[in-house]
Structure formats: C-alpha cells, structure tokens
C-alpha cells in the first residue's frame, strides 16, 4: 500500500507570497492532519480534516487554512507569507477521525525569503 | 491538557551499549503514548504505541517502552544501539476526550540521539 505523500517536497517563496501544499493520504484513509517543524517551535499540529471538513485545530493565525476534498486529499494555503513560516509542513493520515495511530508522510520543506 | 516532556534534548551512545531516552507525560485523562522517530530528511515513523493495555510496549527496531503511570513516564530503551539509530525520537501524547474521542497529537521537542562507532 502506497504512504502518504506530499507535494512539492521542496518550496521557496517571498514574503507576501501564497503558497499551498498538498497531501495524498494512504488509501482508505478519511482523516488528515497537518503539523508545522520548525528548530525554535519544535512540531505543532495545525488542523485536522475528516470527510471534508475541519474537525481540530492548533493555535495558528487565519492565514493558515486548509481543505479536504471527497477523495480525501487535503491542501494546506498559507497566505501573506512571513520568514517565521519557513518550516516543514508534515501531512499525517489515519483511518479515523482523530485516531491515534497516525502515518506521516516525508513533508514539505517551505523557506521564506 | 496534555503534555509531554522529554528530558535529554541530546543523548549520545556507543554503538553495541544501551539506550535510555527519557519521557515524562501530563494527561487530564487516559493518555496514548508514542514514540515516533525522524531520520534527517526523513518523515516521522511510528516506532511503537501505548493504548492501555500491556504496560511494557514492543516496537520495532528492537526498541521498547514501558508506561509508568506513578511515575507519569514512559522511557524509551534499546539493549544495543546501532549505527542505524542514529535519528530525532519524540514522545507524543494523545489525550482521550471526555466524549470519548481522542485529541491531536502532541509532540515532545525531541531527543537527538547519536551512535558513536
């Protein structure tokens, strides 16, 4: 069975950009989650998706958002990009909706310049 | 509010001794615990789970754990290292709700663990 993956693996934009990130969760999977790294924050969860809507969500500012589509695929938008952004964005899938177990995909690693 | 903390932001090891990466957790309720590894470049890998069963965790790679809930730890070990496990291991949380459901995951700042030959 294919993992969860993401796309672009690798990202540069400006600041005041947008940006979107995408994610394929494992097949048969309905829940996705979205989490940020960074070296200075460590990892924090963004948002979860089940069945194309938002079910959880962290403590981040509205210019991060997301959506779920029927086929479970989930996109991450960052609008007005700040360098505090730069980070990698991990994508995780489960089975559930907020189910433990969880399967990360390999990220998206975003730089702001 | 759940929380965990890790309390070796390093730890470095020879190959062929033991490994110890410690894990203290905080939970309102019956916790899930995890601990998850990164290889650079790498995503994260589940490396085993604590559901409430078993107090004593198998996972894979030889690794294991056990939940001490008078302790509120869940320590992370591994009889001999390898060069392989070299890596960033996080213990995480996932508190069940009081309606039954569980919570996000919620990632301790990690440990750095180095193999040294």
């Known amino acids: 069975k294919a993992g969860v993956t993401q796309t672009p693996r690798y990202l540069i934009k400006t600041r005041g950009q947008q940006v979107t990130l995408s994610c394929s969760p494992i097949?048969?999977?309905?829940?996705v989650s979205w989490y940020q790294q960074t070296p200075g924050q460590g990892l924090q969860f963004l948002f979860e998706y089940f069945s194309e809507t938002q079910r959880n969500k962290g403590n981040f500012p509205g210019r991060f958002s997301g959506r779920q589509f029927s086929n479970s695929r989930s996109e991450m938008n960052v609008s007005t990009l700040e360098l505090g952004d730069s980070a990698l964005y991990l994508c995780?899938?489960?089975?559930?909706?907020?189910?433990?177990?969880?399967?990360f995909g390999p990220g998206t690693r975003l730089t702001v310049t | 509010a759940q929380s965990v903390t890790q309390l070796d932001s390093h730890v470095s090891v020879s190959e062929g001794t033991p490994v110890l990466l410690r894990c203290n957790y905080s939970s309102s309720y019956s916790p899930s615990l995890f601990w998850y590894v990164q290889h650079p470049n790498k995503g994260l890998q589940l490396l085993l789970k604590?559901?409430?069963?078993?107090?004593l965790v198998k996972g894979i790679n030889g690794f294991e754990a056990e939940f001490k809930k008078s302790e509120t730890s869940f320590h992370l070990t591994k009889p001999s290292a390898h060069m392989s496990d070299a890596a960033e291991y996080f213990c995480?949380?996932?508190?069940?709700?009081?309606?039954?459901?569980?919570?996000?995951?919620?990632f301790g700042a990690g440990t750095r663990l180095a193999v040294h030959p």
């Open positions: 604590y559901t409430s069963a078993a107090t």
């Open positions: 995780a899938s489960s089975f559930r909706q907020g189910s433990y177990e969880q399967y």
């Open positions: 097949s048969g999977h309905r829940s």
């Open positions: 995480v949380v996932s508190g069940a709700t009081f309606s039954g459901g569980y919570n996000k995951l919620i």
